[in-house]
């Protein structure tokens, strides 16, 4: 660890990640989702021209060169990419965090199958019907 924070030399090691992807309202949408998760408090999302209520939101994570927006909604995790949501709502109304969402959505496979859920999604619910 010495060496790698010394800064009398050259780091062995260089961290790089792709630059987000422009957003107009990213940072205004950011902070409200901040506040919201930090105060346990609902939202409402508008997101690809569809509106989402009472949404429970648990964790914003960065994955793949993308925001994501990781949210419950009657007991259902829902996953939103930050580019695609155009209004966010906070609401009046608290929630208690769940401990087994919230160790779920921490989960290595969770996270790294962030950008098909949608589509993982469609065919849980295709089986459900």
Same mark, same amino acid.
Request: hydrophobic share 45%; with cysteine; aromatic share 12%.
């Given at each position: ?6 800064? %009398?030399?050259? *780091?062995?090691?260089? !961290?790089? #990640?792709?630059?987000?992807?422009? #957003? ?15 105060? *346990?408090?609902q939202? %409402?999302?508008?997101?690809?021209? #569809? ?6 939101? @648990?964790?914003? !994570? ?5 925001? @994501?927006?990781?949210a419950?909604? *009657? %007991? ?6 930050? $580019? $695609? ?7 009046s ?8 969402? %919230? *160790? ?11 950008? #098909? ?8 619910? $295709?089986?459900?019907?």
């Amino acid at each position: 660890m010495n060496m790698l924070i010394d800064e %009398s030399r050259v *780091s062995p090691c260089l !961290i790089w #990640h792709a630059p987000l992807k422009p #957003h107009v309202t990213f940072p205004e949408f950011f902070i409200r989702l901040v506040q919201a998760i930090c105060q *346990s408090q609902q939202i %409402s999302v508008l997101a690809d021209g #569809h509106r989402y209520l009472s949404l429970e939101p @648990y964790r914003l !994570i960065y994955y793949g060169e993308e925001w @994501y927006l990781v949210a419950c909604q *009657s %007991s259902e995790i829902r996953v939103f990419a930050l $580019t $695609t949501i155009g209004a966010v709502t906070v609401a009046s109304e608290k929630f208690i965090q769940r401990d087994d969402i %919230s *160790s779920l959505i921490s989960g290595e496979g969770f996270i790294t199958a962030l950008p #098909h859920f949608p589509f993982i999604n469609d065919v849980i619910d $295709t089986f459900r019907q």
